[in-house]
């Protein structure tokens, strides 16, 4: 059973937004609309503080809330544990965003371009119809792992088979690939390293894991 | 250790939503009220058909606010776990046997719907309650307030349509203090909730003050009008006393729908992002990465 997640390095992240980048080029996503963000926080009371950069988005959980409150099933999940959405069955309540913890839902109501009223070349190509007025968010670039997995390479470790924002990552903060491939290196990571997933408390067993050790308590 | 919280607002639901939360706890309200005057040998039928316009009318207000209006059918798709589409399905039974009843003048069908009502406002309760991102929702004394807010705007109106007489000036009173304890067990709630920090602030704002203020005259005018209702001697003019329960209708309706769109619009932040733990960069000590305040 394959079960995809993504992990981040909190000690390697240096904030440069770079898979914010890549995941807009390569999803097309509206101005305003970003499925990978990455904050840039200060934590701690002055003089101890520190600065961390934490990337975010959908955290693909095993008990999606988002697809418990959806009332037209257009959220689903994939075996492989990866949170869809249905264009098409979307009605655009924004009920999902309000029941996801992660704050990684978007939808915009209409088109929106980044000067102007007209879209520029590049965005007229982008825009994508059936994404306007309806729910929106991270995919875990499924469209490539589906190509890359047809043609027998391995998501994580294929860039062609990777989602977009794990290849740009410049510091090697961000990786993915299948949690339940015991000797693969994404159990292996997490075996050796500490890491944390943001409100378990939940119950919503996130698809993320966020590694920090050697921090403070 | 600190927690550092980027909770900001939610921006999908706006007065619309709201709306809906406000017809849905006026209606359902109304006609639970309807109901029990009719079984009391009362005219039911206006509060009802009323009551059923406002159900309507919430619902009205979502079909405009949600992204792919003509899709709105698909909102029935999912039964199984989700309290918008039980919502939904409540509602389209409800309203035609609600109309039934005012038809047909129909006290079974009344009562039916009046039960469907409940159906309706408890699935709009768990609405909120099961949207895990925001935790003034998530409270869990959210539930009551919800339906007792219902019930208390309800019978608000229903004073409205002329029904002053004392069994239904003490329902409405049952129902304001219902709300009152409900409303004080909430805000209790909230401020042992940290996560909930800023709706609990928004609460203490002007606008929330305003609603705060009304509920409370309106709990105190519909006192007053039942004291009068009960203490005035015979042939004592009943205009006081009638306008006393007018004005604690509209303010329990008023405040209601205050509270609820302060609620949905303004007291709803999403959780976002809180890191139990922060790591520390670099290969030295903790001062490597945490001694150094630098502008974000």
Same mark, same amino acid.
């Given at each position: 059973?394959?079960?995809?997640?993504? &992990?981040?390095?909190?000690?390697?992240?240096?904030?440069?937004?770079?898979?914010?980048?890549?995941? =807009?080029?390569?999803?097309?996503?509206?101005?305003?609309?970003?499925?990978?963000?990455?904050?840039?926080?200060?934590?701690?009371?002055?003089?101890?503080?520190?600065?961390?950069?934490?990337?975010?988005?959908?955290?693909?959980?095993?008990?999606?809330?988002?697809?418990?409150?959806?009332?037209?099933?257009?959220?689903?999940?994939?075996?492989?544990?990866?949170?869809?959405?249905?264009?098409?069955?979307?009605?655009?309540?924004?009920?999902?965003?309000?029941?996801?913890?992660?704050?990684?839902?978007?939808?915009?109501?209409?088109?929106?371009?980044?000067?102007?009223?007209?879209?520029?070349?590049?965005?007229?190509?982008?825009?994508?119809?059936?994404?306007?007025? &309806?729910?929106? =968010?991270?995919?875990?670039?499924?469209?490539?792992?589906?190509?890359?997995?047809?043609?027998?390479? &391995?998501?994580?470790?294929?860039?062609?088979?990777?989602?977009?924002? &794990?290849?740009?990552?410049?510091?090697?903060?961000?990786?993915?690939?299948?949690?339940?491939? =015991?000797?693969?290196?994404?159990?292996?990571?997490?075996?050796?390293?500490?890491?944390?997933?943001?409100?378990?408390?939940?119950?919503?067993?996130?698809?993320?894991?966020?590694?920090?050790? =050697?921090?403070?308590? | #250790?600190?927690?550092?919280?980027?909770?900001? %607002?939610?921006?999908?639901?706006?007065?619309?939503?709201?709306?809906?939360?406000?017809?849905?706890?006026?209606?359902?309200?109304?006609? *639970?009220?309807?109901?029990?005057?009719? *079984?009391?040998?009362?005219?039911?039928?206006?509060?009802? @058909?009323?009551?059923?316009?406002?159900?309507?009318?919430?619902?009205?207000?979502?079909?405009?606010?949600?992204?792919?209006?003509?899709?709105?059918?698909?909102?029935?798709?999912?039964?199984?776990?989700?309290? #918008?589409?039980?919502?939904?399905?409540?509602? $389209?039974?409800?309203?035609?046997?609600?109309?039934?009843?005012?038809?047909?003048?129909?006290?079974?069908? /009344?009562?039916?719907?009046?039960?469907?009502?409940?159906?309706?406002?408890?699935?709009? /309760?768990?609405?909120?309650?099961?949207?895990?991102?925001?935790?003034?929702? %998530?409270?869990?004394?959210? #539930?009551?307030?919800?339906?007792?807010?219902?019930?208390?705007?309800?019978?608000?109106?229903?004073?409205?349509?002329?029904?002053?007489? *004392?069994?239904?000036?003490?329902?409405?009173?049952?129902?304001?203090?219902? %709300?009152?304890? @409900?409303?004080?067990?909430?805000?209790?709630?909230?401020?042992?909730?940290?996560?909930?920090?800023? /709706?609990?602030?928004?609460?203490?704002?002007?606008?929330?003050?305003?609603?705060?203020?009304?509920?409370?005259?309106?709990?105190? @005018?519909?006192?007053?009008?039942?004291?009068?209702?009960?203490?005035? /001697?015979?042939?004592?003019?009943?205009?006081?006393? $009638?306008?006393? @329960?007018?004005?604690?209708?509209?303010?329990?309706?008023?405040?209601?729908?205050?509270?609820?769109?302060?609620?949905?619009? %303004?007291?709803?932040?999403?959780?976002? *992002?809180?890191?139990?733990?922060?790591?520390?960069?670099?290969?030295?000590?903790?001062?490597?990465?945490?001694?150094?305040?630098?502008?974000?």
């Amino acid at each position: 059973m394959t079960r995809y997640v993504m &992990v981040a390095d909190l000690r390697r992240c240096v904030g440069c937004q770079t898979c914010t980048a890549a995941c =807009k080029e390569g999803n097309g996503t509206p101005p305003g609309v970003q499925w990978r963000r990455v904050l840039d926080l200060e934590t701690g009371t002055y003089p101890n503080v520190n600065r961390v950069f934490v990337p975010v988005g959908c955290q693909h959980c095993a008990n999606p809330p988002c697809m418990e409150v959806c009332p037209s099933t257009a959220t689903g999940q994939r075996a492989d544990g990866i949170v869809t959405i249905d264009y098409e069955l979307c009605i655009g309540c924004s009920y999902c965003a309000m029941a996801c913890p992660y704050d990684a839902r978007s939808m915009v109501d209409h088109a929106e371009y980044a000067f102007g009223e007209q879209p520029t070349a590049v965005e007229a190509t982008r825009i994508g119809r059936e994404r306007i007025g &309806v729910a929106t =968010k991270c995919t875990f670039c499924a469209g490539r792992i589906d190509a890359g997995t047809a043609r027998g390479l &391995v998501p994580g470790q294929d860039p062609e088979a990777t989602p977009l924002c &794990v290849n740009s990552c410049i510091s090697g903060a961000l990786r993915f690939g299948d949690i339940e491939d =015991k000797d693969g290196p994404i159990a292996t990571l997490l075996a050796e390293n500490q890491w944390f997933r943001m409100h378990e408390s939940e119950g919503t067993e996130p698809g993320f894991y966020y590694i920090w050790d =050697k921090g403070t308590l | #250790m600190s927690q550092t919280v980027t909770s900001r %607002r939610q921006r999908h639901w706006d007065l619309r939503a709201a709306g809906n939360f406000i017809g849905g706890g006026t209606g359902s309200g109304l006609i *639970v009220v309807a109901a029990i005057a009719a *079984v009391a040998g009362e005219p039911f039928r206006l509060p009802l @058909a009323l009551g059923l316009g406002f159900v309507a009318a919430g619902l009205s207000l979502v079909w405009l606010e949600i992204g792919k209006p003509w899709r709105a059918f698909n909102v029935f798709f999912h039964p199984r776990t989700s309290w #918008m589409t039980r919502e939904g399905i409540v509602a $389209t039974v409800l309203i035609p046997l609600g109309a039934a009843a005012v038809a047909a003048d129909s006290v079974p069908a /009344a009562v039916l719907a009046a039960l469907l009502a409940a159906g309706f406002l408890f699935c709009q /309760a768990r609405i909120l309650r099961a949207a895990r991102g925001i935790p003034a929702w %998530r409270q869990g004394e959210l #539930m009551p307030l919800i339906l007792a807010t219902g019930l208390a705007e309800g019978s608000g109106v229903f004073l409205l349509a002329g029904a002053h007489a *004392v069994p239904w000036l003490t329902l409405t009173l049952f129902a304001l203090l219902a %709300r009152e304890g @409900a409303w004080l067990a909430y805000r209790a709630g909230l401020a042992g909730t940290p996560a909930a920090a800023r /709706a609990l602030g928004v609460f203490a704002t002007p606008p929330a003050r305003l609603a705060r203020a009304a509920q409370l005259a309106g709990l105190a @005018a519909v006192a007053l009008a039942l004291g009068f209702a009960l203490l005035a /001697a015979p042939g004592t003019p009943e205009l006081p006393a $009638t306008l006393l @329960a007018w004005a604690g209708g509209v303010l329990a309706a008023l405040s209601g729908w205050g509270v609820k769109a302060l609620l949905i619009t %303004r007291a709803a932040f999403i959780r976002a *992002v809180v890191l139990p733990v922060v790591p520390t960069r670099g290969s030295g000590g903790r001062g490597s990465g945490g001694s150094h305040a630098r502008a974000v």
